[in-house]
């Protein structure tokens, strides 16, 4: 049975690890306030030059935000299961009580947490200095932010999965996938840019979603809200796909001893 | 109650053509300490780690209370603890931090209270705000004991646990151990390759060598049984055992 308290023991343990460490802390907050700054003045420097009236904020800048975002989720995800990896943990903790659904619940709890800090950060930042408003999305922001967090936690699982199967020199996969996927959803140019065979990889990301929905509302050019439905479903499937691969990979490294053994990497 | 609380049948573990586990039998009973023991390489790490269900057996079943690890996984884990010299408990949070950290996994009541009574009993008071990363080796193994106590298993495992413990910090651990296995309905597997240890704390047992269980009885009178005048002298003439076919 499920729980609750053993995934909020993943998320405690991490908040221990927060404690006192500002190497763990300030990327929370650092590196998205930096992108928020360096993208916060690209816009106003390209409303500036660009003579046409077009506002640049809302669409680059709210759309690099949202991007940053998606990033962080996954990187929470993947951050606390990293904790594990680096201080040679696995041995420890499954074999305990704990289930992978509660796991990987844990992973995503500590994820929402420090996801959180980072969107907060941007928000303020985004609003004070750049004078970006969210009002101009509407009740559409809360769609938007879970559809780029459902993705974020399923690519964040996937990337889990990964490194518990190849071991733990492999994590700098990890590291570019949202740059890899960013070029497919449309994060700075309508997708509409793309040549067909990578629009075709586009419909099946749910990201893409946001970002087409985001530049209609900023040309005033709503799309159709069943759009952002399907994002979600996406998700959904991508989802219930991360969890069906990690479980698989968990139960390929209990049958090979991949777990008890996991710094030798590989078992060849 | 089953007096049982170990129940191993015909366990193996093949890995391609290897054979590491080769399809052993044997029994931990209640307050009673087994000691498994071999050479290097014997299979009794991969024995350990199958009952703690990180590796999968090719074959076999365990019981923990009559529970089948492979269906009761959680069930089973929740009545099983251990503590190996190999798997030292994280060095970046402190002591107090993992005890709690593994005390909710474990589902511990009264959690805070359990830390305080394990950290007084394995001396570890003065430590419990600091990082086990710069704890001493002998440290660290007390508070993987302490760990190992937590949810006050049915079923203690402990891989070489006093393999970095002075000789009077080793004979207090014992002296606790053997208090433990005779307080509560509990069993104990302990592996050690130091044969006095095993003849002071085990009640019996079993020597394995390539994956197979070759003796088994009393640590006190086997080695006259075959022949010998010490464990060791057994331990090692086991160990020099060609493989069977």
Known sequence: MFSFRRASAIFLRQFYLMQGSPARVVPLFAWVAIDMVTWGFITKYLNSVSGSGFNFVPSLLGAVLMWDFFTRVMQGVTMTFFEDVWSRNFLNVFATPLSISEYISGLVLSSIATSSVGLVTMLVLVTAVFGLSFFLYGVLLVPYLLVLFLFGIALGIVACGIVLRLGPASEWFIWPIPALISPFVGVFYPLSTLPAWMRALSRLLPPSYVFESMRGIVLKRPGSPYALFWGAALDVIFLLLASFFFSAIYRHAVRTGLIARYSAESLS | ?245
Request: hydrophobic content about 40%.
């Open chain 2, 1 to 245: 109650m089953t007096p049982k609380v170990l129940s191993v049948r015909d366990l193996r573990k093949q890995y391609g053509a290897t054979v590491a586990v080769d399809g052993i039998s044997f029994e931990v009973n209640r307050n009673e300490i087994v000691g498994l023991l071999g050479p290097n390489g014997a299979g009794k790490t991969t024995t350990i780690n199958m009952i703690l269900g990180v590796l999968e057996p090719t074959s076999g079943t365990i019981l923990v209370e009559d529970l089948d690890i492979a269906s009761k996984r959680s069930r089973v884990l929740e009545r099983t603890n251990f503590a190996a010299v190999y798997a030292p408990l994280p060095g970046n949070l402190t002591v107090l931090q993992n005890l709690r950290f593994f005390g909710l996994i474990y589902g511990v009541r009264d959690l805070s209270a359990r830390i305080e009574t394990l950290l007084k009993q394995y001396d570890l008071l003065t430590f419990r705000d600091v990082k086990c990363g710069v704890l001493s080796s002998g440290e660290q193994t007390r508070v993987s004991l302490a760990k190992a106590m937590l949810n006050q298993p049915a079923l203690l495992l402990l891989d070489e646990p006093t393999a970095s413990l002075d000789p009077a910090t080793a004979r207090d651990i014992r002296i606790k151990i053997r208090e433990y296995a005779a307080a509560g309905e509990v069993g104990v597997l302990w592996t050690s390759h130091n044969m006095y240890e095993v003849e002071d704390v085990c009640d019996r047992v079993l020597f394995l060598s390539h994956g197979r269980i070759l003796l088994q009885g009393d640590p006190r009178t086997l080695p006259a049984t075959h022949g010998k005048e010490t464990l060791e002298e057994l331990f090692i003439t086991v160990a020099n055992e060609p493989e069977r076919a």
